[in-house]
């Protein structure tokens, strides 16, 4: 049996840099779906949540999973993203999706940062 995943991308429509590209596991002996990754550009509550003023990534931890807490719940701020489109690109790259511009064409032109040989 294999390992199923689910890819989430939203866009808020009023507030464009609000979004968020994530990844879930999806686990075949038991119910809801475990969040492994989310990038996110700013959002909601800043006082409680600082990294929700910038763009930030949150990554599941097994310590979060094992306190019974949301797996993605730590978060830490990036520069390796401004935008949507550069999020997109940068998430694909983490995900190593192969053949990422045959599903998402044009994704990784005029990304900045990225070198010929970076993408697979």
């Given at each position: 049996?294999?390992?199923?995943?689910?890819?989430?991308?939203?866009?808020?429509?009023?507030?464009?840099?609000?979004?968020?590209?994530?990844?879930?596991?999806?686990?075949?002996?038991?119910?809801?779906?475990?969040?492994?990754?989310?990038?996110?550009?700013?959002?909601?509550?800043?006082v409680?949540?600082?990294?929700?003023?910038?763009?930030?990534i949150?990554?599941?931890?097994?310590?979060?999973?094992?306190?019974?807490?949301?797996?993605?719940?730590?978060?830490?701020?990036?520069?390796?993203?401004?935008?949507?489109?550069?999020?997109?690109?940068?998430?694909?790259?983490?995900?190593n999706?192969?053949?990422?511009?045959?599903?998402?064409?044009?994704?990784?032109?005029?990304?900045?940062?990225?070198?010929?040989g970076?993408?697979?």
């Open positions: 049996m294999g390992w199923k995943f689910h890819v989430f991308m939203r866009i808020n429509e009023k507030f464009q840099e609000n979004f968020s590209i994530g990844l879930e596991y999806v686990p075949s002996d038991e119910p809801g779906n475990i969040v492994l990754l989310r990038f996110n550009g700013p959002h909601g509550e800043h409680l949540y600082p990294h929700h003023a910038h763009y930030h949150h990554e599941a931890k097994v310590d979060a999973i094992a306190a019974g807490l949301k797996p993605e719940r730590y978060a830490v701020v990036t520069t390796d993203y401004a935008s949507y489109p550069e999020a997109l690109a940068a998430f694909l790259r983490r995900i999706l192969g053949d990422a511009d045959r599903h998402f064409p044009g994704v990784f032109q005029g990304t900045l940062g990225l070198k010929e970076d993408r697979r």
